[in-house]
């Protein structure tokens, strides 16, 4: 009898090209954007090598180009030649990429699975951390650093020490008005952002299961804010009948031999994890973080809380400096903390779903006149699904701006940036110092919770709407 | 990459937890296609005023620390994006090793590829190495064969992956060493089922 295996360890045996410490893999999708390649390029043109699988290797640009205003170019020059070395690598090397005016352009990790690209049991990496959100579909799918992208361009493989498995078991119900946002931010705030650390996460149970791919995705995404290599769901109806039809997806035969393939992929019952966390969905509600890193964050019926809830010295510390940078008062009720901006976007919540719940709350009510609100689709297939369910009007007749497709806000590579000393309820992914530009001051929410914000102008316990 | 066998020099104490990427190397400075010339930029945020001008209350301004060799810090250094900024920034700043109770998966990896020494001691050990590091000449020693820390009466083992280790101390093209493999390449990729997808465009 063969060991009962995670989905983990399924996938990463069936990538083994030698089998050591680290192990050599296999990579079925190399995923490529602007800012984490083009020094990878430059060392494999100055070494005289090719890429080895250029039909494997898909491009796109995301992280440093404007959401409006794109017929006139990019008018930052730095960030102009960064997409140009892209365009002109991609063509160099025969790469497919979705360029500035190519209706599939997106946020890399919006565009691979909108593409059906991101299928089970593969093995996926890119220059991005977040690439854990492809691992929503039983894909292993972790980030990588410029040197590594260099090495999969030249040999199509990685090195890699075997990370150690973790289950994250969600039973129950997500409560109604309660995000996949809250679900992931509650599991961070569980175990921590470093929780996760050499782990790859299978999230498990009835909760996770009932999730759509959206949602799972949301989830997976935010693998690496609590620290792990990635984030993993095994396959099931949901998947397949997502996958099914989409432009890179297989075909005839092909798809039936493919669909038989990923029936498979499912922790055997009897495989052990290293580490369990187990979480009970029916308790949660909506979150806001209140401080600079993901793991910060309270209910929204909470307030902001005192360092000295903290036992141990270092998240004391990080507690005082965090409510400094955020310009808090321990106790104050969150409910009471009024917001400058909304960011509705990312490769976390910039995608079809996040922008119909957060329409919703939206119809038929205004952004208040002291906030400045944006929704950013996660890719121009995004963008245009909105507009033909008649998302974009909703959003504009409410005072939102309605832009083209990347990471903007996000990161504010781009003219996105929030100003400093300003507060913006954001459906990213990170609350870091500076992450939305110098000195802003970043809280994740859901999108619901965003959409609810932006109109009250501070933040609202969006099941309070919901209900009406 | 330059070869890294043993480092000796004094040290800098950044006492905080889970420092993250976007604080070592913020998103303004990820424009650039070249590699090299983001020393400066290093904690750029922590270190300058809104106006630009170099914060004289941060230790990486303090002229005494002009010379450090060694970054010591609080546990999960490193977290957050898996930009490779990071550690060019650290060592092009002229730090040449980072030691750590716990550094995040991707910084650790991305530094074994560019000789930026990551090492990973017990908290207790980082502790006193931080207080040891307030006098700005105290000298911390590091040695990647023998795998071990000395410094004022500490002794310390650090576990170290030997790939890495051999990758660091030979400083060899890792590509180079995998192309050597070509075989066990091709035979896995001949072998992989048709149904796997391409992306070869299908729209044109
Ligand atoms: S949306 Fe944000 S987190 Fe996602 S890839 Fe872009 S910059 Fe990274």
């Known amino acids: 009898m063969t060991e009962p295996r995670t989905l983990f360890q399924k996938v990463w045996d069936n990538h083994i090209v030698i ?41 796109t640009v995301d992280h440093g180009i404007p959401t409006t205003g794109r017929s006139l170019g990019i ?333 903007s806000s996000c990161l504010a590579m781009n003219p996105d940036v929030i100003p400093a000393g300003e507060r913006c309820a954001s459906t990213s992914n990170r609350n870091y110092e500076g992450r939305q530009g110098r000195g802003a001051r970043t809280h994740l929410v859901s999108p619901a919770m965003a959409a609810a914000a932006a109109v009250a102008g501070h933040f609202v316990d969006v099941r309070d709407w919901e209900d009406s | 990459m330059k070869p890294v066998t043993t480092i000796t020099g004094t040290m800098m104490p950044l006492d905080r937890g889970d420092v993250d990427t976007d604080q070592i190397i913020p998103q303004q400075f990820l424009k650039r296609i070249e590699r090299d010339g983001y020393g400066e930029f290093l904690f750029y945020n922590w270190a300058h005023t809104d106006d630009g001008t170099p914060s004289s209350d941060f230790i990486l301004n303090d002229p005494a620390r002009r010379g450090a060799r060694v970054l010591v810090t609080g546990p999960n250094f490193g977290c957050g994006s898996s930009r490779e900024h990071a550690p060019w920034a650290i060592q092009q700043w002229g730090f040449e090793a980072v030691v750590t109770a716990s550094a995040a998966d991707i910084f650790r990896n991305n530094s074994s590829y560019v000789g930026l020494l990551v090492v990973e001691l017990p908290q207790d050990a980082v502790t006193r190495l931080i207080e040891m590091a307030s006098d700005p000449t105290a000298e911390v020693s590091i040695d990647l064969e023998s795998q071990t820390v000395t410094a004022d009466g500490l002794e310390e083992h650090f576990e170290f992956n030997p790939t890495a280790k051999e990758r660091l101390l030979t400083g060899l093209d890792g590509i180079g060493v995998t192309m050597s493999h070509d075989d066990l390449i091709a035979s896995h990729e001949e072998a992989r089922p048709a149904w796997l997808p391409t992306t070869v465009d299908v729209s044109s």
């Open chain 1, 19 to 59: 089998d050591a410490d680290p192990t050599l893999l296999y990579v079925d999708l190399h995923l490529v954007h602007e800012v984490t390649s083009p020094q990878a390029f430059a060392g494999l043109n100055q070494s005289g090598r090719t890429v080895r699988r250029p039909d494997l290797t898909v491009a």
């Open chain 1, 75 to 407: 008018r930052d020059p730095l960030s102009k030649r960064q997409i140009d070395a892209l365009v002109e690598n991609c063509m160099d090397h025969g790469i497919t990429m979705f360029g500035l005016d190519d209706p599939r352009q997106g946020i890399v990790h919006v565009v691979g699975p909108e593409q059906g690209l991101t299928q089970p049991g593969l093995l996926v990496v890119c220059g991005d951390s977040h690439t854990s959100t492809h691992g929503a579909f039983g894909a292993l799918a972790f980030g990588i650093g410029t040197t590594e992208v260099e090495h999969v361009l030249a040999t199509q493989t990685i090195w890699q020490a075997k990370p150690q498995s973790m289950a994250v078991e969600v039973e129950g119900e997500l409560p109604w008005g309660v995000a996949a946002k809250d679900l992931i931010l509650g599991i961070i705030a569980q175990i921590g952002v470093s929780g996760g650390t050499r782990h790859v996460i299978e999230y498990r149970g009835k909760a996770i299961h009932d999730l759509s791919m959206e949602q799972r995705m949301t989830i997976c995404n935010m693998s690496i804010e609590g620290g792990a290599r990635a984030g993993m769901i095994a396959p099931d109806e949901t998947t397949i009948r997502y996958i099914e039809g989409r432009p890179f997806a297989p075909k005839g035969a092909q798809w039936d031999k493919g669909v038989s393939a990923w029936e498979s992929l499912v922790t055997d019952p009897d495989a052990v994890f290293d580490k369990v966390a187990v979480l009970d969905a029916s308790r949660l509600v909506p979150h806001v973080s209140w401080g600079v890193n993901p793991a910060q964050t309270v209910p929204v019926t909470g307030s902001v809380p005192s360092p000295d809830s903290y036992d141990d010295p270092l998240q004391r510390d990080a507690a005082v400096r965090a409510l400094e940078y955020m310009a808090l008062r321990p106790g104050t009720p969150i409910l009471d903390i009024a917001i400058d901006h909304v960011f509705l976007g990312s490769c976390t919540n910039g995608r079809i779903e996040d922008l119909r719940a957060a329409a919703k709350v939206v119809e038929g009510r205004r952004v208040d006149s002291r906030v400045s609100a944006v929704v950013v689709p996660g890719s121009m297939q995004v963008k245009a699904q909105a507009e033909s369910e008649g998302l974009h009007e909703v959003f504009e007749a409410a005072g939102f701006s309605w832009r083209d497709a990347g990471c």
